[in-house]
């Protein structure tokens, strides 16, 4: 199976099924003596774990990390970093009725299509389990920018037809959906338990706010700070679309309407006046906070009776038991942040990379520099000294030798 690694010069492979002994992740690509906080990970981890509150799963999981390689004494080795997840609380059981069904919006059919084989014990491999693996990686990610001052702030905008009006980052972990608004958090985790005891769940928004990003991260064309975005957040199960900016509403408005005026920035030098861009133009960042949307949909395993077909193709009637989200968003949030750490690291290598050869560069072009200027005053040399031997030359006492004066 293919596409299980992520990244360029900052990379990450994560391994492991839900139901299997472990999961876990591959970090390469990471620079030796960075301090890692284990603690801070682990704090990381329990913002994703399942089982934190009554609007996620029942599923038990101390997600507690272990880190088998690349660190030592505290410090990243430049190793490749090999982090370790046990799964405790997996009871395969629940899911053997769903061996010979497909579950309706789940995985399961398009795998035994690609691959003849699945493993259907928590959805597998294409279980929302395996973001936790992400989620380690992205902190170690977020360690690596924490110097360049780089924020990723994450949180849930909507859900059913409750709408955060106001953005307060300080509430974000204070409520079990991680909204941003006080006043409208309550009303979301009621319409969640809500659908949950209808037998259902729900969609919503997750939205994410990068600050402290330089401007020039990203690439004009095919690698562009958005596109490299949208990549690694729909690479999230569940995550259905993404906008940045004012996105989707972009299309309705007049260039009037959208464009950010230049003029002098706050901070001194010229830079875009407003932020209908969401922090990205032309692929790459302008300096300002990118802001960007995720559409997450309903989880698909529902109490809720759907009518399906077994593998036969035989019509079944499917009512789903066991431990399931009922709304995926409190957990993408994390999740987000992680895979949004990621992309910039990885970036943020990519562009140091060619500032350093923009460097050596310049380097060799002064060292010509210095070599023409040296050769100029050999040659001016030269020609004084050959003219001074023309005069002996012509009193008949010349000793230079006509063939090496021809050269
Ligand atoms: C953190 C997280 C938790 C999830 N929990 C569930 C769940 O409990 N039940 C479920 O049916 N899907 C859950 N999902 C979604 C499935 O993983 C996803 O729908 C599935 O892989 C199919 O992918 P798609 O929806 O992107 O097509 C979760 C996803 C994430 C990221």
């Known amino acids: 199976m293919a596409g299980n690694r992520f990244g360029s010069l900052f990379s990450i492979m994560t391994f492991g099924e839900s139901h299997g002994p472990y999961i876990g992740v591959v970090i390469d690509g990471i620079k030796p003596g960075l301090p890692i906080d284990l603690q801070e990970i682990q704090r990381e981890m329990n913002r994703r774990r399942p089982g934190q509150s009554r609007v996620t799963t029942a599923r038990q999981e101390a997600d507690r990390v272990e880190i088998i390689s690349g660190v030592f004494e505290g410090k990243t080795t430049g190793a490749p970093i090999c982090i370790l997840i046990k799964n405790e609380d997996p009871r395969s059981k629940d899911y053997t009725a769903l061996k010979e069904v497909f579950r309706p919006g789940h995985a399961a059919y398009t795998y035994l299509k690609k691959y003849a084989i699945f493993d259907y014990r928590g959805g597998g491999r294409a279980s929302g389990r395996e973001t936790a693996a992400r989620v380690a990686a992205g902190a170690i990610a977020k360690q690596a920018l924490k110097p360049y001052g780089i924020e990723f702030r994450a949180f849930t905008r ?18 079990p959906v991680r909204c941003c608004d006080p006043q409208i958090a309550p009303r979301m985790e009621e319409y969640i338990r809500q659908i949950a005891g209808e037998g259902d769940s729900v969609g919503g928004i997750v939205e994410l706010h990068l600050s402290g990003l330089p401007a020039g991260l990203g690439d004009p064309v095919f690698e562009k700070l958005d596109a490299e975005l949208a990549h690694g957040l729909m690479s999230i199960g569940a995550v259905k679309g993404i906008e940045f900016g004012e996105g989707f509403r972009a299309a309705g408005l007049k260039g009037s309407e959208m464009n950010d005026l230049f003029g002098a920035a706050e901070a001194g030098g010229i830079a875009p006046l407003s932020n209908r861009a969401g922090g990205i133009l032309g692929g790459i960042s302008t300096g300002q906070t990118v802001v960007l949307r995720l559409a997450v949909k309903p989880p698909s395993s529902i109490k809720k009776a759907q009518k399906t077909v077994d593998r036969q193709g035989k019509e079944v009637s499917l009512s789903i038991e066991g431990r399931h989200d009922p709304c995926i968003c409190p957990r993408v949030v994390p999740v987000a942040e992680a895979m949004a750490a990621l992309v910039i690291l990885d970036l943020l290598l990519v562009q140091q990379a060619i500032s350093e050869s923009k460097g050596e560069m310049d380097n060799l072009e002064n060292e010509i520099g210095l070599a023409d200027a040296q050769l100029l005053l050999l040659l ?8 001074r031997s023309g005069k002996f030359r012509s009193a008949g006492r010349s000793q230079a030798k006509k063939e090496r004066e021809a050269e």
């Open 380 to 387: 001016q040399k030269r020609l004084a000294l050959s003219d």
């Open 158 to 175: 909507k859900i059913g037809p409750w709408e955060a009006q106001t953005v307060d980052y300080d509430f974000i972990e204070q409520n």
